[in-house]
Nanobody, 123 residues
Framework: QLQLVESGGGLVQPGGSLRLSCTAS????????IGWFRQAPGKEREGVSC????????NYADSVKGRFTISRDNAKNTVYLQMNSLKPEDTAIYYC????????????????WGKGALVTVSS
């Protein structure tokens, strides 16, 4: 069964850090662009960050630039999202998703989705 599983979510205070992991099972991520998306209560799902299949290209939403870092370890079939200087407005369910044979990501263009991990930033 092909699936993506997110882990590493939780409750953190403003200014704190979390690292999310996205691990694939049933397929290899080597040829997939991987994106992190998030959806806050009452809001639409939005793109956070994307990494190309080679890892040579990354991009970030303006709201997280300088605070979040995406990386991948193809040997572990895992993609990470390091989140620093977290703010209450970062509270959301975070999803990872994969798009085959691509270097870009979009909400409507991904082939596989995980079920999400909840990140809550609150004091």
């Amino acid at each position: 069964q092909l699936q993506l599983v997110e882990s590493g979510g939780g409750l953190v205070q403003p200014g704190g850090s979390l690292r999310l992991s996205c691990t694939a099972s049933g397929f290899t991520l080597d040829y997939y662009a991987i994106g992190w998306f998030r959806q806050a209560p009452g809001k639409e799902r939005e793109g956070v960050s994307c990494i190309s299949s080679s890892g040579g290209s990354t991009n970030y939403a303006d709201s997280v630039k300088g605070r979040f870092t995406i990386s991948r370890d193809n040997a572990k079939n895992t993609v990470y999202l390091q989140m620093n200087s977290l703010k209450p407005e970062d509270t959301a369910i975070y999803y990872c998703a994969a798009r085959y044979g691509s270097s870009w990501c979009s909400v409507g263009g991904m082939h596989y989705w995980g079920k999400g991990a909840l990140v809550t930033v609150s004091s």
